[in-house]
């Protein structure tokens, strides 16, 4: 079996962007410069060994106060969508989930890293957004207040509960 101008074409292609993923994981400064020429983030980022890996799950939780003083049950804003072929070539909300799943470890971190004011906590930058995120989402009607939430739980088959790591305030729709 011989191989055509096309099938070199592809195997160059191919060749080219593993050894680009490869060098871009080695750790020098003077490699980095890969990921900033690939503006569609085709080279990928494996974490399989990172420093610190995820032991647990974080999840953003919401409640409303109703008109009558009631509170609705807790809900959850998903950090992550089902999965879709086309995610694999386009994903384009992936960096709005992850700055979403950022902020409420910036939060979760500072809350959890010292013993905060809440006063000072209300003022912090990732507060502010996630208030400002949970206020947009849907509510239902009669709602007045909003409460969020930042919990973390560890896996599906794990005997322990899941952890509040921060709570807000209700604050006024």
Known sequence: ??????????????????????????????????????????????????????????????????????????REIPFAERRRLLHAVWNPGKRYRKALFDICMGLAESAIGSEHDPAT????????????????????????AVQFSVVTSFGMVSDREPEVLFLSEFHGL
Do not use: N, Q
């Open 121 to 144: 906590m209300k003022l912090s930058i990732p507060y502010l957004l996630l208030l400002t995120y949970v206020g947009s989402v849907d509510h239902l009607p009669g709602a007045r």
């Open 1 to 74: 079996m011989t191989l055509g101008s096309f099938d070199w074409a592809v195997l160059a292609v191919l060749g080219t962007w593993l050894l680009a993923t490869l060098v871009s994981h080695v750790p020098t400064r003077r490699l980095r410069w890969i990921k900033d020429v690939d503006p569609f983030g085709l080279i990928p980022g494996w974490t399989f060994f990172a420093p610190k890996p995820a032991t647990t799950d974080l999840h953003l939780l919401y409640r409303d106060r109703l008109d009558d003083g009631c509170c609705t049950e807790w």
